[in-house]
């Protein structure tokens, strides 16, 4: 049956290249061709090693990943005032024996962890973690983060950077050199969503803004946009907004995102990326895990798209429920780019529906997955299991291809995954300009 398909797609005219793929070859060619391609992530919370105690890694960052103090939360009987007031060491000590001693570590947080020990070649079943810890100690930073990048199959990497960010804004200010592999974000969270708790800190910067961002405040925080672009040379400014985002709505972030945010990335030719559909501090006690998710109006985006047709939009959205709205959004307006799988839609069963789902609307007009990552390592877990549920998804797209009548060639499949996981967002942050710059 197979073999007769493969007879007819042949015969179709201009469908005569001998490199056709056949439905054996396909999933072994796109495992090949996924693993040899270094991706583009687009969005973690990593630092370059210039930014030095920001940049988290080792076994202890790995095990306080919140993602993971969540899921402690419910397996043990420490409080979470108990946990706060532990050292990072008896922290990740608690998080190991609870989670990975006494329960097995199913969860694909936990399995991260013992993805990224089997990495390394340590032992994923010790009662402690002496063996980890110094084999941590024993890496030299930018050697451990060429490692990584490697074993993760990834060049470049995207940071998450607040000029409002006390602890992160004075290496910014003295001045940081341009990190090829790290590229600088422009993270927007405290001006366009928290005001009214921020804008003094512009005002004792010498920039003449207000309260309820009326007045000159607008050109004000242009001016800022400005002076920070060219402080970082970041390749998108960013923000993540809660469920209720609306948008048009008289807000003094709207008029900020309105006046400021989207003529300052219009006239540097920077995308915006939005990331909406999160509840902050449903439960302040878990303080960064204490954060859910709530379904979003998307018709705040449909407006933004249409409205504003000169700005290019990377977006990613919480809720799952929404996650069909945007393929729709994206048939709609190509100044709408979807990328990841974000934070709780990433899980291997999640991301193959709406992977799928946007494969099915879209082609290979979309970004399908971010890492997210806090902690240097778990790139390498993270890109790994993206490898393994697209290779699934991919090598069934062109076996329905093939059914349907066309034949597929390793190159095809070069060039999908290459915009996949490359060109996409390469375009989407002017990669090519801001590295060529980088290297003059
Ligand atoms: O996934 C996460 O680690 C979240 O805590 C958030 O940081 C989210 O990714 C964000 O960028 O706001
Ligand atoms: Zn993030």
Request: hydrophobic share 40%; aromatic share 10%.
């Amino acid at each position: 049956m197979r073999t007769e398909l493969l007879k007819s797609t042949s015969q179709i005219q201009g469908s005569t290249d001998s490199n056709y793929l056949t439905p054996e070859q396909i999933p072994s060619t796109v495992e090949d061709v996924l693993a040899a391609t270094q991706f583009v992530d687009i969005h973690t919370h990593l630092f370059a090693p210039a930014f030095g105690k920001l940049g988290l890694w080792g076994i202890d960052e790995l095990l306080t990943y919140h993602y993971l103090e969540a899921e402690f939360f419910r397996s043990s009987d420490t409080t979470p005032e108990e946990y706060w007031s532990f050292s990072k060491r008896q922290q990740a000590d608690a998080i190991w024996r609870t989670l990975f001693v006494e329960n097995t570590p199913i969860s694909e947080a936990t399995r991260g962890v013992i993805a990224v020990l089997k990495a390394f070649q340590l032992q994923t079943d010790s009662p402690d973690l002496d063996e980890a810890r110094s084999f941590f100690k024993a890496q030299t930073i930018e050697a451990h983060i060429r490692n990584v990048f490697q074993m993760s199959g990834v060049s470049v990497v995207a940071m998450t950077n607040d000029p409002l960010d006390p602890e992160e804004s004075p290496f910014w200010l003295k001045g940081v050199q341009p990190d090829r592999q790290f590229l600088a974000v422009l993270r927007l969270d405290r001006i366009l969503v928290n005001w009214s708790a921020h804008w003094k800190v512009l005002a004792g910067q010498g920039y003449q803004v207000d309260e309820h961002a009326t007045g000159k405040s607008a050109a004000e925080v242009r001016r800022f946009l400005a002076d920070w672009h060219e402080r970082m040379q970041p390749v998108y400014m960013a923000c993540s907004l809660p469920d209720t985002f609306e948008f048009p709505k008289e807000t003094a972030g709207n008029r900020l995102l309105k006046e400021a945010v989207l003529p300052a990335c219009r006239e540097l030719d920077l995308s915006l990326s939005l990331m909406i559909g999160v509840r902050k501090q449903v439960n302040p006690l878990l303080r960064l895990a204490g954060d859910a998710l709530g379904r979003a109006d998307l018709r705040a985006l449909e407006n933004l798209c249409r409205e504003f047709p000169d700005n290019r939009f990377l977006v990613s959205v919480l809720s799952r429920e929404n996650q069909h709205e945007l393929c729709v959004y994206a048939r709609k307006f190509n100044n709408l780019m979807p990328f990841g799988c974000w934070w709780f839609m990433n899980n291997p069963s999640i991301v193959e529906e709406i992977t799928r789902e946007r494969i099915e609307m879209l082609g290979t007009s979309f970004i399908p997955q971010h890492s997210d990552a806090r902690v240097l390592e778990q790139v390498i877990y993270k890109w790994n299991n993206t490898r393994t549920t697209l290779a699934r998804i991919l090598s069934d797209s062109y076996r329905l291809l093939l059914e349907d009548g066309r034949g597929v060639t390793r190159s095809d499949i070069q060039r999908d995954v290459t915009r996949l996981f490359r060109s996409n967002a390469e375009a989407w942050m002017n990669l090519r300009a801001t590295v060529s710059n980088s290297t003059e």
